[in-house]
């Protein structure tokens, strides 16, 4: 039986799989090393090896992974081939950048409709997409079985957005609002709070510079 | 001596430090327990301790954390007091995200400069800030000694902007571009790979529907 992979091990392999999809796409090699990945993404080359044991692929000692293989694995382990469908609420700056952004499909992510409450945005074109009226949000879930919310709120929204989702079956949320949403149910939740990351800088900024104060 | 903190602990800090903020705005009480922060943020209390001796901050058994302590101690650890100055550059629906962002000064950050490289953006106003012309980069970072760099621009232009700035001599670069930088110099990274985050989401709906392909 595989072990459960580890969560800083599973945000280790999209690297790996850019890494390897951007080696294909320019080099005629059959095969990619451990340490030309460690190279590449200043990762410990044993670290690496041990990642990958997790997704059952075998390296040749001192040659290295087949490449294609390498990537098929990690975009199949990653759920890179499903095409998972989403909706967004929150049509701001950034609700829009994310409905903009060209990179998601290769990764999976296709999102089908845009949701807000603001009269001025409801049936302005974003990406392609009509800004639906929040109002429906539940009926348009329900109807085309969407798996993924994406929450681009402001924070005091956030969370009876999360429950309409939840309400309409969805089964994963992708929280961009700065607040800990509270859920009972088994529901996947990935926070990301950009201010919070932050913090790795300022950190690191206040570690090296104690100084400064 | 205490020990380097793990990353994983240190990104739960920010966490401990919202509850804890909210936690002594909403209730006139003087300690905070590890359960209750566990209850918040679904984490193990045995963890929640553990993080916690990081920031050599002691609990009193069976009553807890001191509230105030814990949210001036955090706070200070993680940099927030200091007033972090950054300049932004790539002013897109996502630079415009940040720029117009409320939440960052709470964390120490505070944007000062916004550049772009469009002349249908410069001298426009963003969240207070006139966008200035991307050829004074170089130039705004050394007068005003900035330490942090925030890239927003396609993937294409991120290695030159994070070579500009760091020709400048900025300490630590906020990379939002989906692209891994290539940089010797003794810098601070942070990349915020959007789409790599998704990877979370997309492993979990195919580990738990397999039958879905």
Chains 1, 2 share one sequence.
Not at 4 to 22: E, N, W
Request: aromatic residues 10%; charged residues 25%.
């Amino acid at each position: 039986m595989v072990k459960k992979i580890p969560k800083p091990s599973l945000a280790r392999l999209p690297k790996y799989y850019q890494v390897v999809t951007s080696y294909l796409n320019r080099k005629n090699e059959k095969y990619i090393s451990s340490s030309y990945l460690s190279d590449c993404l200043n990762i410990d080359d044993s670290q690496i090896r041990r990642d990958l044991m997790y997704i059952e692929i075998g390296g040749i000692p001192r040659v290295g992974y087949d490449a294609k293989e390498l990537r098929d694995v990690l975009a199949d382990y990653l759920g890179y081939f499903n095409l998972n469908e989403a909706i967004l609420v929150g049509v701001g700056n950034l609700g829009t950048a994310l409905a903009e952004y060209k990179g998601f499909e290769r990764y999976g992510l296709s999102i089908v409709g845009l949701f807000d409450s603001d009269p001025e945005k409801i049936g302005n074109l974003v990406g392609n997409l009509k800004v639906d009226n929040i109002e429906n949000l539940e009926q348009v879930i329900k109807k085309f079985n969407i798996k993924i919310g994406i929450i681009t709120t402001p924070a005091r929204y956030a969370q009876q957005i999360a429950e309409k989702m939840i309400k309409a079956n969805i089964k994963a949320i992708w929280n961009f609002a700065p607040v800990t949403l509270d859920i009972d149910e088994d529901i996947f939740i990935q926070d990301e709070n950009l201010a919070e990351n932050f913090s790795f800088i300022s950190h690191y900024l206040k570690e090296t510079e104690p100084e400064k104060e």
